[in-house]
């Protein structure tokens, strides 16, 4: 399966199955794909992951979460 989200659109995504799943991402231009090394820090933390680092992290790449 594969995804084509534009720039700048609003998308989500979720794994409706009953087993685990996997996602590899492509993004270009290159640069957000250091995005994900960054929060998999602070998920890796002990405790509660720090969200307020993970969102200005985010938004250092352009990310914005909206509820």
Same mark, same amino acid.
């Given at each position: 399966? *594969? *995804?084509? !989200? =534009? @720039? ?7 794994? !409706?199955?009953?087993?685990?799943s @996997?996602?590899? =991402?492509?993004? %270009? &231009?290159a640069?957000f794909? !250091?995005?994900? =090394? @960054? ?9 509660? &992951?720090?969200?307020? @680092?993970v969102?200005?992290? %985010? ?6 979460? !909206?509820?």
């Open positions: 399966m *594969a *995804a084509f !989200v =534009p @720039r700048c659109e609003l998308h989500t995504f979720k794994n !409706v199955g009953e087993q685990n @996997r996602m590899l =991402p492509f993004t %270009a &231009p640069g794909d !250091v995005f994900f =090394p @960054r929060c998999a820090e602070e998920f890796a933390k002990q405790g509660d &992951p720090d969200m307020t @680092r969102f200005e992290i %985010a938004a250092e790449h352009g990310i914005h979460f !909206v509820r």
